[in-house]
């Protein structure tokens, strides 16, 4: 299973980095960082009909290789925030995703708009290094994490000053999610072990959320206008997009395209 690859991938990388910026020191330099995590819910909530979208600066992907060869990731985010982007994905994983951290620092240097951290978290330090290069929220797997570990990650980045994107594939997950006490709840059309898409997911998860719920659907997006508004009906508040847009010659066009701008 690719998750459990990445996993055990990311836990040893973790545990190098944890050597050579021990903890306390990591937080240490919170006392020197300028800034305050951003009003994400008030970013990502809808209003009326239109369209908040959560547009992902990502170079690759372990199912489809590169995505973007003319990679600069500040001039992508840069262009996303000028065509209304609601908020900004950054992905920091480094071995299958091709990320790294300090894109995160470099596009929060230059942006106003709130930033996500989308990594393969398991760790309260990889969200203190998400408060420290510059995210207002963070992602959380649910299928990666128990309940109580979900719970206790979700608590301390709240803690922190940090939203968190909780994200689910099934009803197991959304369970997690919400004993977790999660209040962003991101649907993944992408199956995680074998990378099936079912589009469906947003139809049947929904009507089992609870209505105070911010939901994001995530994956195998498009421009496709009677898709967006049927997930709009179901009650999706955000967009999460990413391939779509890297896959485009502007990816600010096509974001503004897809919002209707």
Do not use: W
Not at 114 to 138: C, H, S
Not at 157 to 171: M, N, P, T, Y
Not at 216 to 245: R, T
């Amino acid at each position: 299973m690719i998750l459990d690859e990445i996993f055990e991938t990311t836990k040893q990388a973790l545990e190098k980095q944890k050597k050579e910026l021990p903890y306390d020191m990591l937080g240490r330099s919170l006392a020197s960082n300028p800034f305050f995590p951003k009003d994400v819910k008030s970013a990502l909530k809808r209003q009326g009909e239109e369209i908040r979208v959560i547009a992902e600066v990502k170079k690759a992907s372990p199912s489809k290789g590169i995505i973007r060869e003319d990679f600069e990731p500040l001039n992508i985010a840069l262009n996303y925030e000028k065509n209304n982007a609601s908020a900004i994905s950054v992905l920091t994983e480094p071995f299958f995703f091709k990320g790294e951290l300090e894109y995160l620092s470099m596009i929060r240097r230059y942006t106003k708009i709130p930033l996500l951290r989308k990594d393969f978290i398991f760790d309260e330090y990889q969200l203190l290094q998400a408060l420290v290069y510059g995210a207002d929220f963070a992602l959380l797997i649910a299928k990666m994490l128990s309940k109580k570990e979900l719970k206790k990650l979700l608590e301390f980045a709240r803690h922190l000053g940090l939203e968190v994107l909780v994200e689910i594939h099934d009803l197991n997950d959304l369970t997690k999610a919400i004993f977790a006490g999660a209040d962003i709840i991101g649907i993944n059309h992408r199956d995680l072990n074998d990378f099936s898409m079912h589009l469906d997911l947003c139809d049947k998860l929904i009507p089992h959320i609870p209505n105070s719920k911010i939901i994001v659907a995530e994956s195998g997006l498009s421009n496709d206008k009677n898709f967006i508004k049927h997930l709009q009906k179901c009650g999706v508040d955000a967009f999460l997009v990413g391939e779509y847009f890297m896959r485009q010659k502007d990816e600010g066009l096509a974001l503004k395209e897809f919002i209707g701008k």
